[in-house]
């Protein structure tokens, strides 16, 4: 036997590993802000858009398995062109930005758990640099110390978030806010979507599964059900969390501590010592998302160069690493400390949206090959590709500058590639005419 080789608990752990990291901890207030009341139909929302691309994913990954996941399913759909590499350079860039996300997070969370310098808008910038800084140091020096960390803290944070769900139902019953969830509290439907799409990263870490496929055992029967049971479990963690948030802290008080909200929804019940463990909780959760992303972007930034879509200078170790590293960080560190919260989550949902759209259209196109049910592909290509104009027509009206930044980003991948093609062409046109 493959010593090498995972179970389904252990695929599973990945999937909820990369959807619970740190987009939880980063936009719960946010959701509250956009959804109010109706926050659990939000979520619900996003889980299914989520649920209908794991399937894709699931089929893509029994009869494609391959380390670079998303990279190579997008490939064999689409053949390796401007398209495809555009679109696979998006994935790297949302990388980035979840990368942003999550350093945004944990420079919330600890801004208002350390003090630093007694203003928390200078601490959290603080916090957010050091954290990008010091995570790439760990990730070039020993990865295996991330890994090894990474096992650690999904079950640790999924223990957490259990006991927060268990103590928080029980508070509910005493809740003065619970009239909060009642459905005249609730936003309008298309502001219920547009809130499930801002917050649609929390969900985008099932397809962490795919990369691992081909080390599964029993593959045919266990690569589905890591995706299907990972997906349905964070929907059902997340719309809990959303039910309690909500039905225990005000919208004003949501509104005002909105970027580490769920360590203010701990306090009904534990005081301040339950703000400081979901702080902490947050802390060590966003952190391994931190290091975990970064390891994946450098990663993505090896398939792209290997299937000639970015330099393949990027196939070498010192450009992948510290290159590849650095050039991750330094954007990240740009994009942290420029945009606000929305804006991040925005660019991010939305770079994830267009991605899972071509991805449930490429398992459409090879449906025969994968065996699929191509309606549910074409349905959740289809729900995809609606919740990204319904995402982009609700933040032109509130965030256009997160709506410009989203709209500026995907441009700017596919611009990247064309431009790369388009001297890749050049050179090889010299090389033949001398």
Not at 130 to 146: C, E, G, H, P
Not at 397 to 405: D, E, F, K, L, S
Request: net charge positive; with cysteine; aromatic share 12%.
């Amino acid at each position: 036997m493959n010593k090498n080789k995972i179970g389904l608990r252990e695929a599973v752990s990945i999937g909820i590993g990369g959807m619970v990291g740190g987009g939880i901890f980063a936009v719960l207030g946010l959701a509250v802000t956009l959804a109010k009341g109706g926050t659990p139909i939000a979520f619900l929302i996003a889980g299914i858009v989520a649920f209908l691309t794991s399937y894709s994913y699931a089929r893509l990954s029994l009869y494609f398995p391959n380390s670079g996941g998303t990279v190579n399913y997008i490939n064999q759909g689409f053949g390796k062109n401007i398209f495809s590499g555009g679109t696979n350079n998006l994935l790297w860039i949302s990388y980035i930005i979840m990368l942003s996300l999550y350093s945004t997070a944990f420079g919330s969370y600890a801004a208002n758990l350390i003090k630093i310098t007694g203003d928390i808008s200078v601490d959290k910038h603080i916090f957010i640099s050091s954290i990008i800084i010091f995570s790439a140091l760990l990730n070039y020096i020993s990865f295996k110390t991330v890994s090894i960390s990474e096992s650690i803290t999904v079950y640790t944070k999924m223990v957490i978030l259990f006991l927060f769900v268990i103590i928080g139902l029980y508070g509910l019953t005493k809740s003065e806010f619970i009239h909060q969830l009642d459905v005249s509290n609730w936003e309008t439907p298309l502001k219920l979507i547009c809130g499930g799409m801002v917050i649609f990263v929390a969900y985008e870490g099932f397809e962490l599964i795919a990369n691992a496929a081909p080390n599964i055992k029993n593959p045919k029967k266990n690569v589905p059900r890591a995706f299907y049971i990972s997906v349905i479990s964070v929907i059902i963690l997340y719309i809990f969390i959303a039910i309690i948030t909500v039905g225990s802290v005000s919208f004003n008080k949501i509104g005002t501590d909105e970027e580490f909200v769920l360590a203010v929804a701990a306090q009904p019940m534990l005081g301040i010592i339950g703000f400081t463990i979901i702080s902490i909780t947050a802390l060590i959760s966003t952190f391994s998302a931190i290091n975990a992303t970064l390891y994946g972007g450098s990663k993505v930034n090896y398939e792209l160069a290997k299937d000639d879509e970015l330099p393949h200078e990027f196939t070498k170790y010192f450009w992948n690493q510290p290159i590849g590293l650095l050039i991750t960080a330094l954007l990240t560190l740009l994009i942290a400390n420029t945009l606000n919260l929305e804006s991040i989550s925005t660019s991010g949902s939305a770079g994830f949206l267009l991605i899972f759209t071509i991805v449930n259209y490429t398992n459409y196109k090879l449906a025969i090959k994968t065996h699929s049910n191509k309606h549910i592909s074409l349905l959740g290509a289809i729900l995809c590709l609606i919740a990204l104009f319904a995402l982009m027509y609700q933040q032109f009206g509130t965030n256009i500058t997160g709506a410009i930044a989203a709209i500026g980003i995907i441009a700017f991948s596919y611009i990247l590639e064309y431009l790369y093609k388009k001297s890749e062409n050049k050179k090889h046109s010299k090389k033949t005419s001398q």
